[in-house]
């Protein structure tokens, strides 16, 4: 009786003992692949984020070349556009990473001696600041209509705003065009402005996000008292402070890339902003070409270093769309 | 059950309350600046181009139903601009969505650095494309550094933004600006998903490709959605790029709707830029419907 029990628990554990190094030896085959997994994934974003970031980073290290520089390694790429037979063209494009000579010629000529660039970005600066400024403030206000006392109607007039948020801009902009006429606002900054102001797309986030407030947080504050100007002002406002920093962004960029509204509502141009104005740089003024484009890029990546977790939370809140 | 009763009967109590009609109408208040606008500046004047589109001219008003369509239909650019649009769409938005899965998975991996990696793939949609077209045309020119790399794998030279191959240039430049906004989009999706039922699913011994094909791929069904309809919209900024690249007539295939819409402006004829914005509406929608049946036949028994 003894014996067998001994026996049978020897075989027992000889069976748990082979049992334990299979599933280690499970573990360590699991262990290794996930370990390839890992760097293989690791190696693959890497060699996407250097594709992703060679532009940028391109843009900015010619910007310190010198003006010679420049038309000696792309005045091909360029001349085509202009008669600058001036200049030394190679015969070859050379894509240089870093500059022979590090040289703040470019930014000195854009900063101090033609001020039609930064003309230009004032005018970008000029059509962009409004446009987020107001968008906000007008769909504050939507927003909140929207969350407040919610029936039949507003949940109408909500669709509607999100089929035209989902229209292309080739669809609104032929209304927009008849609009700024009728105003006579056309060639006017009021051309692009009262459109980007009105735009249901800030009123679409911040509703979501509104709608996510527990409705009892409000209905408390009315059983205290307050109105309506008290629970927005109090209530909803704070909460939404992080959305509305993730929208501002999120118009920003849309408006500072703008190149189709200048085009067509603003004739002038004078008025155009630096992001249509860059592509008509002309073959003699290439040398200074990628400082002003680095020019360009700056707030939005100031803006971007500043705010990527907002802008991140903004782009998620965008998603789920039926929500 | 009691607390619905009590909200049942909090709204009969407070429904006729002069109290709540006041709120009501204050609400309302709060919404009338941003419908009035909207009203304004984009439901009106689109009842008027539709309007406009169905008319023989503004002035005289005659009627004359398709005709301006099937003018506009029968533009030979027009239709190459139709063509062009829905060919690059086509490739570029199921690309864009299938290329940012991708990326969103691959950062959901557990690599390190995933943070620093996020910011890297996102860093396209904050720069101007003004600001990178410089670099775009230096990297496609005839002589530039494409074709030498091309070279070096022993291809031909290829005069990338002058030939049919301008259309894959534009859909890399696409894709590069816009794979990081989906890729925030999928990883939110991603792990968003219940941790329990991939859990289940291990135990019962599924494959990662079963967990992929069944449980992740339908949780973010509505996200793809979301994705897909994103891109197709931005996919129509494009022009942009092409038109920072090389101006007002670029090469027949980079002819896109919008510069139609742009040369069609220089003429201020109304008639036709009307029925090309109802018909580009139209099929928008109808596009975006197929679109939202479709997930909603593949997520329907899925909550979330």
Request: proline content about 4%; overall charge positive.
């Amino acid at each position: 009786m003894k014996q067998g029990s001994d026996k049978n628990s020897s075989s027992a554990n000889t069976a748990l003992e082979q049992w334990r190094k299979q599933v280690l030896r499970k573990k360590k085959i699991k262990n290794a692949r996930t370990l390839v997994r890992i760097s293989l994934a690791t190696m693959a974003a890497a060699v996407f984020a250097v594709l992703f970031l060679m532009p940028i980073v391109l843009t900015i290290t010619n910007s310190f070349m010198s003006a010679s520089e420049i038309s000696a390694n792309y005045g091909q790429v360029f001349a085509t556009t202009d008669s600058g037979g001036k200049m030394y063209i190679s015969e070859k494009v050379n894509l240089k990473f870093i500059p022979d000579m590090v040289s703040f010629s470019q930014y000195i000529t854009v900063l101090l001696k033609s001020p039609e660039y930064l003309l230009k970005f004032w005018n970008s600066v000029i059509l962009v600041v409004p446009i987020v400024g107001f968008q906000l403030l007008v769909a504050a206000g939507a927003a909140f209509g929207f969350t407040r006392y919610r029936g039949r109607v507003k949940e109408m007039i909500f669709f509607i705003y999100i089929i035209l948020m989902l229209m292309p801009y080739q669809v609104t902009l032929v209304p927009n065009y008849l609009v700024s006429k009728w105003l006579h606002v056309l060639d006017t900054n009021w051309a692009i402005w009262l459109p980007g102001i009105f735009s249901p797309f800030a009123v679409y986030l911040l509703t979501k996000y509104m709608r996510r407030i527990p409705v009892s947080m409000m209905e408390a504050a009315q059983i205290d008292g307050a109105g309506e100007w008290q629970i927005f002002r109090k209530i909803c406002m704070p909460l939404c402070k992080g959305a509305m920093c993730s929208i501002a962004i999120l118009i920003f960029i849309d408006y500072w890339n703008m190149v189709e509204q200048p085009l067509i509502l603003l004739s002038d141009a004078e008025k155009h902003p630096l992001s249509v104005f860059l592509s008509k740089i002309n073959a003699g003024e290439i040398g200074l070409a990628f400082a002003v484009a680095t020019i360009y890029m700056v707030p939005p990546i100031l803006v971007f270093l500043y705010g990527e977790d907002y802008l991140v939370e903004g782009i998620t809140y965008q998603g789920g769309i039926k929500g | 059950m009691h607390f619905y009763m009590k909200r049942k009967e909090r709204k009969k109590k407070t429904g006729s309350s002069p109290r709540t009609r006041r709120g009501k109408l204050v609400s309302a208040g709060y919404l009338l600046p941003s419908a009035v606008g909207v009203l304004l500046f984009f439901v009106l004047p689109f009842m008027i181009v539709i309007y406009y589109s169905v008319v023989d001219n503004p002035i005289s008003g005659q009627f004359v139903f398709l005709d301006n369509f099937i003018m506009v239909f029968n533009n030979s650019a027009f239709r190459q601009a139709a063509v062009n649009t829905l060919t690059f769409s086509a490739v570029a938005v199921p690309l864009a969505v299938v290329l940012s899965l991708f990326l969103a998975m691959m950062l959901e991996s557990k690599i390190p650095f995933k943070s620093q990696f996020r910011t890297f793939f996102l860093s396209p949609m904050m720069v101007p494309i003004a600001s990178v077209v410089l670099i775009w045309q230096v990297l496609f020119h005839y002589n530039g550094m494409m074709n030498e790399v091309m070279g070096f794998f022993g291809a031909d030279k290829v005069d990338w933004l002058n030939s049919s191959y301008a259309q894959v240039v534009i859909v890399v430049l696409f894709l590069w600006k816009n794979l990081g906004y989906n890729m925030i989009l999928f990883m939110a999706a991603l792990s968003s998903i219940p941790k329990d039922i991939i859990e289940v699913a291990v135990l019962e011994s599924a494959k990662p490709n079963q967990i992929f094909m069944h449980i992740k791929l339908r949780y973010m069904s509505s996200t793809i959605l979301f994705v897909t309809i994103m891109s197709l919209i931005n996919s129509f900024k494009v022009f942009r790029e092409i038109y920072l690249l090389k101006g007002e007539y670029p090469y027949p295939t980079m002819y896109m709707l919008q510069h139609f819409m742009n040369n069609t402006f220089g003429r201020l004829d109304y008639q036709k830029m009307s029925a090309a914005a109802i018909m580009m509406a139209v099929v928008m929608v109808i596009i975006i419907g197929i679109l939202f049946l479709t997930e909603n036949y593949f997520g329907k028994d899925v909550e979330g």
